[in-house]
């Protein structure tokens, strides 16, 4: 069956992405089908990050996506590949997407007329709660990626049982930047690793340094992988460097924040990594 596709206008998407199970790769492969039948005139940057690389190019089968290979190991290395594929975008607005979520195709394309025509903001969220989507609702998004599945879910206070309030507020998951604001407050901090904190610490960061990051009231869509809670994990990075780095940019000096910031924005000035790419 045809379906009409939503114009990105030459939008540049960086994922960044780990195949850390098989769930998060049944998930990569849902999300970029669901790109693929939604969207036309963009780029993704698959930002992979692993000791081998696992993204198969005959599974995807779409051209519009470019392959960046960077090898590592330890903690997934989320930041630091999201500063690549800014590097690689030339639009003028990039899109953040993570490996498991999925926008309201209307708040999407929202987010890119708002950027693109207007100058009310310089990061925008295509959403607020983030909505945790497992089961057979989940499978027949996987069979056929159409975000008409999750109509149900605009009320998070009236979710059906494959469904579950993840985070009643998230930064990450889905962001729209200007490339230039990104660039000018430094990105995401590379020093960062893991999960947890480092979405946080580039919100404090960049509203405290003036960028105006607004959100939409509507829910994002979370494909499920490991728990349905994020309770035990968020406990768990509890002191740890990155939300400790999280904290200190809410509360440093400005003066200090700014010199920060400045440091960081040297990544955007010279080639600072090595990748494969096709």
Same mark, same amino acid.
């Given at each position: 069956m045809s379906q009409f596709r939503?114009?990105?206008?030459?939008?540049?998407?960086?994922?960044?992405?780990?195949?850390?199970?098989?769930?998060?790769?049944?998930n990569l492969y849902a999300v970029l089908a669901h790109l693929a039948l939604t969207y036309s005139d963009y780029r993704i940057w698959l930002i992979e990050a692993d000791e081998t690389p696992k993204f198969e190019w005959s599974r995807a089968g779409d051209?519009?996506?470019?392959?960046?290979?960077?090898?590592?190991?330890?903690?997934? &290395?989320? +930041?630091? %590949?999201?500063?690549? !594929? /800014?590097?690689?975008?030339?639009?003028?607005?990039?899109?953040?997407?993570? *490996?498991?979520?999925i926008g309201n195709p209307m708040q999407m394309m929202s987010c890119v007329a708002s950027m693109l025509d207007g100058d009310e903001s310089e990061v925008l969220c295509p959403y607020s709660k983030v909505v945790n989507v497992t089961g057979a609702l989940k499978q027949s998004f996987v069979q056929?990626?159409?975000?008409?599945?999750?109509?149900?879910?605009?009320?998070?206070?009236?979710?059906? &049982?494959? +469904?579950? %309030?993840?985070?009643? !507020? /998230?930064?990450?998951?889905?962001?729209?930047?200007?490339?230039?604001?990104? *660039?000018?407050?430094?990105?995401?901090?590379?020093?960062l690793e893991g999960w947890g904190g480092e979405d946080d610490e580039l919100f404090s960061r960049a509203t405290r340094l003036g960028l105006r990051w607004h959100s939409f009231l509507v829910p994002l869509i979370h494909l499920h992988h490991d728990v349905s809670s994020r309770e035990?994990?968020?406990?768990?990075?509890?002191?740890?460097?990155?939300v400790m780095a999280a904290e200190a940019a809410r509360t440093m000096p400005l003066v200090e924040l700014e010199e920060m910031a400045t440091r960081l924005s040297e990544n955007f000035r010279a080639p600072t990594f090595q990748a494969r790419t096709k």
């Open positions: 939503h114009s990105l206008r030459e939008l540049d998407i960086v994922i960044p992405y780990r195949e850390a199970s098989d769930e998060r790769r049944e051209s519009h996506i470019r392959h960046v290979f960077v090898p590592h190991r330890g903690a997934f &290395p989320k +930041a630091a %590949l999201c500063n690549i !594929g /800014a590097k690689l975008a030339t639009s003028p607005v990039i899109c953040f997407h993570d *490996a498991d979520s056929l990626p159409r975000f008409d599945w999750f109509a149900q879910l605009l009320d998070p206070a009236n979710l059906p &049982p494959d +469904a579950q %309030l993840l985070y009643l !507020g /998230a930064n990450g998951g889905i962001v729209f930047f200007r490339r230039d604001a990104y *660039a000018r407050v430094g990105g995401y901090n590379a020093q035990p994990a968020i406990a768990a990075t509890r002191g740890s460097k990155n």
